[in-house]
């Protein structure tokens, strides 16, 4: 498959303050790539930006908001002159039972993750028309497959994986390419705050190989990038990803006959969860 090199071309990537998205934005700027940097954290964002190798800027924004999102989108055109690849990373989680969620938070989580790619899509996508580029939504292995004590994080990703292929059928005559990015639990600080609970902590653990590992970061956004230059539909950050889309139809009903025997094993210690947002 043929690449498109990355030396200047303008790249947005949302929730770029941290974890995938700062590891993205820097990958991107050493190779040639424009970036500009969108999230709700802006003396992050700041940091980010001044240590990227090329041109680059921060907006800072809420990607719930289609408002604040269009006027980003006109911004960065005014900016650089054209948007050539938008990354939707940007993502928030929240464990625990449905039965006993907080539901401002699964709420949230919705709101981030599938809305939030929704805005963000229907922002960029006209500039995106104009250059045909490419636009990239971050899912998950969630996208995949369901899990206990993740609901609301699930539904999001099977969403916004939904949600790409229909704007792929939708822009693909306009020139747009549309790529959808699973990744495997990978080592961010969404993961690691995860994990300071000790029933997901367990539960993940006991996930059969190779979904039971944290990953490094670094690996997975080279494949990130490798699929960007690719302009692929698929973009896989662990290698393995790959052969669960063929098994995927067997797998709510695996996870729903071993996931009743696990939550039956906890069931006592759910008080305990921690139930805010992770992200």
Request: hydrophobic residues 45%; aromatic residues 8%.
């Amino acid at each position: 498959m043929s690449k498109v090199a990355l030396e200047g071309q303008v790249a947005v990537v949302t929730g770029a303050a941290r974890g995938v998205g700062e590891l993205l934005a820097r990958k991107l700027s050493a190779r040639g790539a424009k970036v500009a940097l969108v999230g709700l954290e802006p003396e992050l964002l700041k940091e980010v930006c001044s240590r990227l190798h090329t041109e680059a800027d921060y907006w800072h924004a809420d990607i719930t908001d289609h408002e604040a999102m269009a006027r980003v989108a006109q911004e960065v055109k005014e900016r650089f002159g054209k948007v050539d690849i938008v990354v939707a990373n940007a993502g928030v989680a929240a464990g625990g039972p449905l039965v006993d969620a907080d539901m401002a938070a699964w709420r949230r989580v919705i709101e981030v993750n599938l809305i939030g790619s929704a805005v963000t899509g229907q922002a960029f996508l006209p500039v995106l028309m104009e250059s045909r580029g490419y636009f990239l939504q971050i899912a998950s292995l969630a996208a995949i497959t369901p899990a206990p004590m993740m609901s609301a994080y699930c539904a999001s990703k099977s969403g916004v994986e939904a949600f790409a292929h229909s704007v792929r059928a939708e822009v693909g005559y306009k020139g747009v390419k549309v790529g959808v990015g699973y990744l495997s639990w990978t080592d961010t600080d969404m993961v690691r705050g995860a994990d300071e609970d000790d029933v997901m902590r367990e539960l993940r653990s006991r996930l059969p190989w190779p979904s039971n590992k944290t990953y490094p970061l670094g690996p997975a956004v080279d494949r990130i990038v490798a699929g960007i230059e690719r302009r692929s539909a698929h973009v896989y950050g662990q290698w393995w990803l790959r052969g669960m889309q063929s098994i995927r139809g067997y797998l709510p009903s695996v996870i729903g006959t071993v996931g009743a025997r696990e939550m039956k094993r906890f069931e006592g210690r759910f008080g305990d969860a921690k139930r805010g947002l992770v992200g």
